[in-house]
T-cell receptor, first 113, second 113 residues
Framework: AQTVTQSQPEMSVQEAETVTLSCTYDTSESNYYLFWYKQPPSRQMILVIRQEAYKQQNATENRFSVNFQKAAKSFSLKISDSQLGDTAMYFCARGAGSYQLTFGKGTKLSVIP | ETGVTQTPRHLVMGMTNKKSLKCEQHLGHNAMYWYKQSAKKPLELMFVYNFKEQTENNSVPSRFSPECPNSSHLFLHLHTLQPEDSALYLC????????????FGSGTRLTVV
């Protein structure tokens, strides 16, 4: 089975500091999409950032950026200037085929005041 | 407002009950999904519907019965569930090709007693 692995079950970061969440994946496809989702205690899964595998440039959305290493099949998320509202579960996901996303087990991030 | 609405938000049911979960999207998406989210497990894909047709049934027990009357509505009918079926059930929708990932609902927290 093609998998997505998040090796850090839990992490914490001081407010205003920077934190990096890691993700590795497995795929036999040459073109695919990668995503980071955030799930706060409200349970709503929110798309944070997306990356198209055929684009070498790393995606950036405000304080969120990724480090996409295609050869290494690595897709880490960097959160800069961490805020209390960033406290949530973060899920890495890979698009497989036309419809299915495969998710990692998630990383629980706590931002400490 | 996320564009994907799930009801009810919470549900407690006995093992002999019959209940249904509802999901509705008005984003013009043509694919809808049911996922099961249990503690310390990856999100488990249950069913995929593409243009109202079921395209994926991920070996889900028959006590879970999906229904997709149109591209905007998705139901999950539940009967004779087991306590281990207690979980958060998430509905999502997407456009073809997964370019922009999924849009999720807020989920139904199901407890089977």
């Amino acid at each position: 089975a093609q998998t997505v692995t998040q090796s850090q079950p839990e992490m914490s970061v001081q407010e205003a500091e920077t934190v990096t969440l890691s993700c590795t994946y497995d795929t036999s496809e040459s073109n695919y999409y990668l995503f980071w989702y955030k799930q706060p205690p409200s349970r709503q899964m929110i798309l944070v950032i997306r990356q198209e595998a055929y684009k070498q440039q790393n995606a950036t959305e405000n304080r969120f950026s990724v480090n996409f290493q295609k050869a290494a099949k690595s897709f880490s998320l960097k959160i800069s200037d961490s805020q209390l509202g960033d406290t949530a579960m973060y899920f890495c996901a890979r698009g497989a085929g036309s419809y299915q996303l495969t998710f990692g087990k998630g990383t629980k991030l706590s931002v400490i005041p | 407002e996320t564009g994907v609405t799930q009801t009810p938000r919470h549900l407690v049911m006995g093992m002999t009950n019959k209940k249904s979960l509802k999901c509705e999207q008005h984003l013009g998406h043509n694919a809808m999904y049911w996922y099961k989210q249990s503690a310390k497990k990856p999100l488990e894909l249950m069913f995929v519907y593409n243009f109202k047709e079921q395209t994926e049934n991920n070996s889900v027990p028959s006590r879970f019965s999906p229904e997709c009357p149109n591209s905007s509505h998705l139901f999950l009918h539940l009967h004779t569930l087991q306590p281990e079926d207690s979980a958060l059930y998430l509905c999502a929708s997407s456009q073809r090709g997964l370019n922009y990932g999924y849009t999720f609902g807020s989920g139904t927290r199901l407890t089977v007693v």
